[in-house]
């Protein structure tokens, strides 16, 4: 048969490196927004209080997760926000994951890990149980703040063997698998602001 290998039990595939559309690890995206869109987005986390991550779904070990929290579904005018991620994660689902994604089950969530209780998440995967966490299978966070203005606060990630911290530069963004390990280190200087979404879609197969 036209492309299989008679030796083996597959079709014969291309090396490796000629199909890089395919791939587990993560995606970067350097100038994903401006300067003014991150001072937008941490405005518009602003228009309410944000919410103290311990407590959310009843979890309140503060040793596993500080950080205040805010969904943009819950403010006004966040719409452009959702616009633009969605155009992000369709370029790095084309050029990169090739995931089967169908929606966008929950909302932008920016957090803020400031220095003054050392805020921090340890390592974990976002998957997790409930009929939303079960299913993310994309996870994008973007750097809001200016690198120079908090010290710590490292989005570190472990696709592989190797350990890799995301770039810090202010409005680029990462995209990786949402079992992917990852931490954010504790912030002992300043403050540090994210946006992160996650993408929803059937099991992987
Ligand atoms: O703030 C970050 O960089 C990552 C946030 C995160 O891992 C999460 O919300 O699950
Ligand atoms: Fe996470």
């Known amino acids: 048969m036209a492309g299989m290998d008679a030796a083996n039990f597959g079709p014969r595939l291309p090396p490796f490196e000629s199909e ?3 791939m587990l ?21 602003h228009e309410k209080d944000l919410a103290d991550a311990g407590l959310v779904g009843n979890r309140s070990d503060h040793n596993l997760r500080r950080a ?3 969904w943009l579904d819950d403010r ?38 400031g220095a003054e209780r050392e805020g921090h998440f340890v ?9 939303l966490a079960s ?15 908090y010290l710590g606060g490292v989005l570190e990630l472990q696709a592989d063997a190797n350990l890799r911290p995301s770039d810090r530069a202010r409005g680029s963004a990462v995209l990786f698998p949402s079992f992917v390990l990852h ?23």
Not at 27 to 42: G, H, L, N, R
Not at 135 to 149: F, H, I, Y
């Open 76 to 113: 006004d005018g966040g719409g452009w926000v959702m616009d633009r991620i969605m155009a992000l994660v369709a370029e790095a689902n084309r050029a990169h994951f090739d995931f089967a994604l169908t929606e966008f089950g929950e909302s932008p969530q920016v957090a803020r890990y």
């Open 183 to 205: 931490r954010v280190t504790p912030v002992t200087q300043g403050e540090r602001y994210s946006l992160t979404t996650w993408v929803h879609g059937p099991a992987f197969r």
């Open 25 to 45: 690890s993560a995606y970067a995206v350097p100038e994903a927004f401006s300067p003014a869109e991150c001072d937008a987005i941490i405005a518009l986390s």
């Open 123 to 131: 390592w974990h995967s976002d998957i997790g149980e409930g009929p």
């Open 135 to 149: 299913r993310r299978k994309l996870t994008l966070v973007v750097q809001l703040s200016e690198a120079a203005d």
């Open 20 to 22: 890089p559309r395919i």
């Open 68 to 70: 205040e929290l805010a």
